[in-house]
C-alpha cells in the first residue's frame, strides 16, 4: 500500500480528515492514477501513522478519510547520523538509499581530504534537494515513520563540531584494532543513546582525520579483514547497529 508523509498542520483529527497538497497531488493523481475509494498510509513524519481512503482529488489537494490511526514502532530507538565523505559519481545517491533503508536518522555528506568531489554553490543545492527526494522515497518504500534528512555538505571540523552533540561516535577504519574490542565498543550501546558514524571517502581517511575524531571521543572500529568500498562500509555498519539496537528491545 502507498505511504506519503504530511506535516502536522494538514492532519485534521476532529474531522478525520488529511489534506494532500504539493507535489504529492500529481503523484497520486496522475502518476499512480489512483481514485475515490482506494486505501494508503500516511505518516505525521513523527510517531503516528493514519490508514486513509480517498474522498476527494481536486487539481491542488486530495483530501484523505481517516480510517483510523496507530503509533507503529518501525523506527530504531537511537538516532543514527551517518557522516559520509563524498564519493565520486552517482555513489552518494545508493548510500542515501540504503541508509534511510537500514535506519539512518540523518545523513550528512563530508568533504574529507581524499574527496575528489568538490561542491558548492547551486551544485550543490541541486545535489541537496536530490539527495533528499531519494531520502524520501526510500523513507516510503521502507515504512519509515519520518523522512531522514539530508544535509548541504559540511566540512570535516563543521562536521565534528555537529557531532558533538552525540552520544556514540564511531570511526570504522582500516588500522583500527581487532575484532574483539569493535564488539565490546558495539554490545555496549544501549537504545535511547544518539550514535554518530564516520565513513571515509574512496581513498580513505588521512591519519589526521581520524586523529581528530578521536579527539572529539569518536571510537575506532574495524568492519573485518577485508577493504570495503565506501558504499558498502556504511551499509556493513548500520547493518550491525540495527541488530544490535533491535535485539535490545
Known amino acids: 500500500m502507498q505511504r506519503f508523509f504530511v506535516k502536522p498542520?494538514?492532519?485534521?483529527?476532529?474531522?478525520?480528515?488529511i489534506h494532500i497538497t504539493g507535489t504529492?497531488?500529481?503523484?497520486?493523481?496522475?502518476?499512480?492514477?489512483?481514485?475515490?475509494?482506494?486505501?494508503?498510509?500516511?505518516?505525521?513524519?513523527?510517531k503516528k501513522e493514519y490508514h486513509c481512503a480517498i474522498e476527494a482529488l481536486g487539481e491542488e489537494e486530495i483530501l484523505l478519510h481517516i480510517l483510523y490511526a496507530q503509533e507503529p514502532d518501525y523506527e530504531l530507538p537511537s538516532r543514527i547520523f551517518l557522516f559520509q565523505g563524498l564519493p565520486k559519481g552517482d555513489?552518494?545517491?545508493?548510500?542515501i538509499q540504503k541508509a534511510v533503508e537500514l535506519g539512518a536518522y540523518e545523513i550528512i555528506p563530508v568533504e574529507m581530504k581524499r574527496c575528489v568531489v568538490r561542491l558548492d554553490g547551486k551544485k550543490a543545492e541541486k545535489k541537496t534537494a536530490r539527495w533528499q527526494q531519494i531520502a524520501e522515497s526510500a523513507a516510503k518504500q521502507s515504512k519509515r515513520m519520518?523522512?531522514?534528512?539530508?544535509?548541504?555538505?559540511?566540512?570535516?571540523?563543521?562536521?565534528?563540531?555537529?557531532a558533538g552533540q552525540l552520544d556514540v561516535l564511531l570511526i570504522p577504519y582500516e588500522l583500527a584494532g581487532g575484532m574483539d574490542e569493535t564488539k565490546k565498543i558495539i554490545g555496549n550501546i544501549k537504545g535511547g543513546q544518539s550514535l554518530g558514524i564516520f565513513i571515509g571517502p574512496e581513498g580513505g581517511f588521512e591519519e589526521e582525520e581520524v586523529k581528530m575524531a578521536v579527539e572529539k571521543g569518536a571510537s575506532p572500529i574495524t568492519l573485518g579483514k577485508r577493504i570495503l568500498r565506501t558504499e558498502t562500509a556504511g551499509m556493513a555498519i548500520l547493518s550491525v547497529l540495527m541488530f544490535q539496537l533491535e535485539r535490545g528491545e
Open 24 to 46: 504529492d497531488v500529481n503523484h497520486i493523481a496522475n502518476v499512480l492514477r489512483m481514485r475515490q475509494g482506494e486505501e494508503l498510509w500516511i505518516s505525521d513524519g513523527e
Open 146 to 162: 519520518l523522512v531522514p534528512r539530508v544535509h548541504p555538505v559540511l566540512s570535516y571540523k563543521e562536521a565534528l563540531a555537529y
Open 91 to 95: 555513489k552518494m545517491e545508493l548510500i
Open 9 to 17: 498542520h494538514q492532519i485534521d483529527e476532529t474531522a478525520h480528515q
